[in-house]
Nanobody, 124 residues
Framework: QVQLVESGGGLVQAGGSLRLSCAAS????????MGWFRQAPGKEREFVAA????????HYADSVKGRFTISRDNAKNTVYLQMNSLNPEDTAVYYC?????????????????WGQGTQVTVSS
């Protein structure tokens, strides 16, 4: 069974940084577009960032562009989300996801596998 496990979440002050990691197992990792999504309390899950199989092309939501950076290490079967200049609006559960086709990286419904999420809380 494919597993995606997120880590690195926690409590951080506004303006601070966190780096999330997502480790994949039982997955031909390099074949998949990898994405990060988040869901705040009472809100819909939203796209954050995605990176294609080669790592050469990335996509970001406008709300995080310039602050967050997605990257991947295929040798380690791991994708990262570096989050800088965090603010309370970034507070959410962050989910890692894998998409084999990679046709629409911002569409959550296109992803094949999902992690259980990691909580990020930004204090003001």
């Amino acid at each position: 069974q494919v597993q995606l496990v997120e880590s690195g979440g926690g409590l951080v002050q506004a303006g601070g940084s966190l780096r999330l990691s997502c480790a994949a197992s039982r997955l031909t990792f390099s074949r998949y577009t990898m994405g990060w999504f988040r869901q705040a309390p009472g809100k819909e899950r939203e796209f954050v960032a995605a990176v294609t199989w080669s790592g050469s092309y990335t996509h970001y939501a406008d709300s995080v562009k310039g602050r967050f950076t997605i990257s991947r290490d295929n040798a380690k079967n791991t994708v990262y989300l570096q989050m800088n200049s965090l603010n309370p609006e970034d507070t959410a559960v962050y989910y890692c996801a894998a998409d084999l086709r990679g046709e629409r990286p911002s569409r959550g419904t296109d992803y094949d596998y999902w992690g259980q999420g990691t909580q990020v809380t930004v204090s003001s």
